[in-house]
């Protein structure tokens, strides 16, 4: 497989550390709302970086860590007189539902950088050592970014041009030596939360966590570090100075950037009233819709959004769930003796030809759009040769073709039927007449009934509650 590497401005071959294995780290949300469609674009695009990778028979350490101490959650925590935590907790809750309905795959690990506090003492610790980094008279940590002769390598960036290019870079104040150096700790302030330290009770900087938990749970050099474009600098460009300088070997050998997704041609904020987040959209849309219409074009490609687009994504959508059912009614009473002929021979060769070419797509940098372009030619192949008259087994087989690739795609073919909450009240107040009637075998065939949907039931003194399981 071929990776864009931000690092080179170049495709490259991947070639791991180890055989056979990819050590991946993506930047994950800072948890203090609903994450919005922008948020949603890395998780949906590297999610299916890695689902490829583990389909070309490649174990995958993926680890996405959740930013849970940040300005904007001590904010919000302040205006609803709750704690930090209780925000980032309900959030990353919120967050993994978005996930699932996308059907993005958990992590292999999900670190919290309020867990990785000693990690990050550790790190700031060597850097202090190794002359990287100094303390200031308030107790602020800063690192020493002229020290790190690579600085700017990753975003092409020279600290001599951007100086020019920003008179108030040059505004040191603050107890820095210069104007680049950035917050590795910094002091508490009153009602914000804090870890004790040798420099002064305080917190981490942003930068600081993803170094420590990529170290933590992947190890000092990592295949593959990714998150949105807006991310090269400064904090990736920081988390290299700090990794390498800390570790003396290189920190991620190929560095993957998503392009931003806009609304109707324009940056998506809350001032311009564009802004949405993934549960707006699940009013709407399947989840599924979302994720297939950001798989519609290069990762690395700015994404428009607009009601038309998602339109046409769930149109294009549901053209290959058509197909798809299609396929399974035909599974169902197709022909069990018949013999495979010649002619079906060459049907799955010329199938075969469409996984061919979603291969081609994903090993060029993750070309999914290119790959979608694959299942759909699949699928109209299969409209158009796959009858009643085929013999079971090559439908099967058909149909397990456009199973796997859509499954690299996190597009499920088949989905269970989701119970919603009216259906829900509906057979609970059922369960209750029943019971009422003296009917328990009728309460609880109902109640299992529920079960096997993955609905809770409890019975309370205030009556009954139930939750999805
Ligand atoms: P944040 O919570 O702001 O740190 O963002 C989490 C991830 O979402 C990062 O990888 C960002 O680069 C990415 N991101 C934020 N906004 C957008 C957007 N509009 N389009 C694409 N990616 C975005
Ligand atoms: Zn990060």
């Known amino acids: ?54 389909y070309r028979g490649i174990e995958v350490n993926y680890v996405s860590n959740f930013t849970d101490v940040d300005d904007k959650i001590i904010k919000k925590a302040m205006e609803e007189h709750v704690s930090a935590e209780e925000i980032s907790t309900r959030y990353i809750e919120e967050c993994k539902k978005d996930m699932q309905g996308l059907n993005v795959r958990p992590a292999t690990v999900h670190p919290l950088a309020t867990q990785e506090i000693d990690g990050m003492i550790d790190l700031i610790s060597i850097l202090i050592e190794k002359g990287y980094a100094y303390k200031a008279e308030d107790g602020t940590v800063y690192y020493r970014t002229r020290k790190f002769a690579e600085y700017g390598k990753l975003s092409h960036k020279n600290l001599d041009d951007l100086q020019a290019g920003h008179r108030e870079i040059k505004v040191t104040g603050d ?79 190929y560095w993957m950037h998503n392009g931003f997704l806009n609304i109707d041609n324009k940056k998506m904020s809350k001032s311009l009233g564009n802004f ?46 058509t197909a798809a059912d299609r396929l399974r009614d035909l599974m169902a009473d197709g022909q069990p003796e018949s013999q495979i002929s010649a002619k079906e021979r060459q049907t799955l060769e010329e199938a075969a030809q469409f996984s061919e070419k979603f291969n081609a797509a994903m090993d060029d940098d993750a070309n999914t759009a290119d790959a979608v372009a ?96």
């Open 276 to 321: 949405f987040t993934v549960r707006d959209i699940a009013e709407k849309y399947d989840l599924q819709v979302l994720r297939f219409f950001m798989l519609s074009a290069h990762y690395r490609s700015p994404l428009n959004f607009s009601a038309e687009l998602m339109e046409a994504a769930k149109n294009g959508l549901e053209r290959i769930w």
């Open 374 to 469: 694959a299942v759909f030619e699949l699928v109209k192949y299969a409209n158009t040769h796959i009858n009643k008259d085929t013999p079971q087994r090559v439908t099967e087989k058909i149909y397990e073709q456009m199973d796997t690739l859509c499954n690299v795609l996190g597009i499920i073919l088949e989905k269970e039927e989701e119970i919603l909450d009216s259906e829900i009240e509906e057979l609970i107040a059922a369960r209750q007449a029943a019971r009422k009637a003296k009917d328990f075998a009728k309460a609880d065939a109902i109640r299992a009934e529920l079960l096997e949907k993955g609905i809770l039931l409890e019975d309370t003194r205030e009556g009954v509650k139930w939750k999805r399981g």
């Open 1 to 54: 497989m071929k990776i864009y590497n931000t690092l080179t401005r170049k495709k490259e071959e991947l070639k791991t550390i180890e055989p056979g294995k990819v050590r991946m780290y993506v930047c994950g949300p800072t948890v203090y709302n609903l994450i919005h469609i922008g948020n949603a674009r890395p998780m949906i695009v590297f999610d299916t970086v890695r689902r490829y990778l583990e």
């Open 175 to 253: 107890g820095k030596e210069d104007g680049f150096d950035f917050v590795l700790w910094k002091p508490k302030k009153d009602g914000e939360p804090y870890w004790k330290s040798p420099w002064c009770d305080g917190r981490p900087g942003w930068h600081t966590e993803c170094s420590v938990m990529a170290k933590k749970y992947l190890g000092e050099e990592i295949d593959i570090h990714a998150g949105g474009e807006d991310l090269i600098f400064p904090h990736h460009e920081n988390e290299i100075a700090q990794s390498e300088a800390a570790n003396g070997v290189t920190f991620a050998r």
